[in-house]
């Protein structure tokens, strides 16, 4: 059945076996609890004012900060959880929360779902068809593509208004319009779309060479040019 | 002059380093002179990326080089190449002075080599993709979409549909 839930400032949609999705809602909710920017006493927001000691975070901080950390030296400093000035992993945190839930689902026997986080999906057990909308459009796709098992996250500019800024110059995030990123984790795939939509237009070349890790991607410019990798699974 | 043809070939092979795509896989046909300062080189080019895997090689067309000698391992000269990558095919022109890589201007792919989707050609799009595919899709990939978003959006719609 098809669950949508309002949780992590967005609605996400959870396609499993019914008696599977109360548990998934249960895990997203603690992960907003714990590590929204927003909410006061978060472990996040608690480590940020160091009300909490970086020996007593736990082991999911830790891995988010270990993680973000590497993700900042990979992608040259283009995904930055201090671009803002204070700590805010949340690019990191809501695409690894539902890889870690759909991890839990496939331990609970789940051999067929997916979890659509605002626009950023993982699925499991498919061919699953995930449209990429149209970045000027709302209502039209632009690429349909078949995930059997894997992610598919897209980070754009066209809601929110400009919400990607170029960490090294400050200034908005210009060049690109919408960047998808598919792969086999959600947390990286997410971080590579964001990253690259920071750099602008050097970030296509930069997409293509995270192929080799089995990252495929689809990119559209400001201007409307539209880029896809070779590899990238378009639906028939 | 068979030499500094070897070297920029060579030399392109570093370009394409320096652009940051993939070329098609092809063993380099040259023993590449010089990947190494290449790929130290700053791109001058805005369109430039940063430092990549192996490249293949580019069919090269060289511009008559100047023979004056320098203590640079590569002749001078403008050099040109079209290299296919994985986004398509992309035009590298390549200045050396000095012996040195002076500067690399990657042109990326026009409309001509990826599908336009710009503003003026939704309705094509609509034509060639959404009507085709967008009924039967299970999830729409986008941007984080607020809750009032969702709301009007394709992926609420969808959800209903699935419930």
């Known amino acids: 059945m098809r669950h949508?839930?309002?949780?992590?400032?967005?609605?996400?949609s959870i396609e499993a076996a019914s008696d599977l999705i109360p548990g998934v809602v249960a895990w997203l909710?603690?992960?907003?609890?714990?590590?929204?920017?927003?909410?006061?006493?978060?472990?996040?927001?608690?480590?940020?004012?160091?009300?909490?000691?970086?020996?007593?975070?736990?082991?999911?901080?830790?891995?988010?900060?270990?993680?973000?950390?590497?993700?900042?030296?990979?992608?040259g400093g283009y995904f930055?959880?201090?671009?803002a000035g204070p700590l805010d992993p949340s690019g990191y945190v809501k695409g690894w929360s539902v890889e870690v839930a759909s991890r839990r689902l496939v331990e609970a026997g789940s051999t067929r779902?997916?979890?659509?986080?605002?626009?950023?999906?993982?699925?499991?057990?498919?061919?699953?068809?995930?449209?990429i909308r149209h970045p000027w459009e709302a209502g039209q796709l632009c690429w349909v593509l078949s995930i059997t098992d894997g992610?598919?996250?897209?980070?754009?500019?066209?809601e929110r208004g400009a919400h990607v800024w170029n960490p090294r110059t400050g200034a908005p995030a210009t060049g690109l319009r919408s960047v998808t990123v598919t792969g086999p984790d959600l947390a990286v795939a997410d971080a590579y779309a964001t990253a690259a939509l920071a750099m602008g237009e050097q970030g296509i070349g930069w997409l293509a060479e995270r192929v080799t890790d089995g990252y495929e991607s689809a990119v559209v410019t400001d201007d409307g040019r539209a880029f896809t990798s070779a590899g990238l699974p378009l639906a028939e | 002059m068979r030499r500094s043809t070897a070297a920029a070939v060579g030399t392109l092979t570093g370009a394409a380093l320096i652009v940051g795509v993939r070329l098609s896989v092809t063993a380099p046909e040259v023993p590449a002179a010089a990947p190494a300062p290449a790929a130290n080189e700053q791109p001058a080019g805005?369109?430039?990326?940063?430092?990549?895997?192996?490249?293949?090689?580019?069919?090269?067309?060289?511009?008559?080089?100047?023979?004056?000698?320098?203590?640079?391992?590569?002749?001078?000269?403008t050099y040109k190449a079209d290299a296919k990558y994985v986004y398509g095919t992309i035009s590298l022109s390549l200045k050396v002075t000095g012996g040195k890589i002076?500067?690399?201007?990657?042109?990326?792919?026009?409309?001509?080599?990826?599908?336009?989707?710009?503003?003026?050609?939704?309705?094509?799009?609509?034509?060639?993709?959404?009507?085709?595919?967008?009924?039967?899709?299970d999830a729409v990939s986008g941007a984080t979409l607020t809750s009032e978003a969702y709301v009007k959006g394709l992926q609420a719609a969808l959800d209903k549909a699935a419930k």
């Open chain 1, 4 to 12: 949508v839930e309002q949780v992590m400032g967005t609605a996400v």
């Open chain 1, 29 to 75: 909710h603690e992960v907003d609890a714990r590590f929204s920017t927003y909410k006061e006493d978060s472990e996040v927001n608690r480590f940020q004012r160091r009300s909490l000691a970086l020996s007593d975070i736990s082991d999911d901080l830790r891995h988010v900060l270990d993680a973000c950390a590497d993700l900042w030296k990979f992608t």
């Open chain 1, 80 to 83: 930055d959880a201090y671009a």
């Open chain 1, 113 to 131: 779902h997916f979890i659509n986080a605002g626009g950023d999906i993982r699925a499991v057990g498919g061919p699953w068809r995930v449209g």
């Open chain 1, 151 to 158: 992610a598919v996250a897209t980070s754009g500019v066209y």
């Open chain 2, 46 to 77: 805005g369109e430039a990326g940063a430092a990549s895997k192996p490249a293949s090689k580019a069919p090269a067309e060289k511009a008559p080089a100047e023979e004056k000698e320098d203590e640079g391992k590569f002749k001078n000269g």
């Open chain 2, 102 to 137: 002076a500067s690399v201007q990657a042109g990326y792919p026009t409309a001509n080599d990826s599908g336009t989707i710009n503003p003026p050609a939704i309705e094509s799009l609509k034509a060639s993709t959404l009507k085709a595919q967008s009924a039967d899709v």
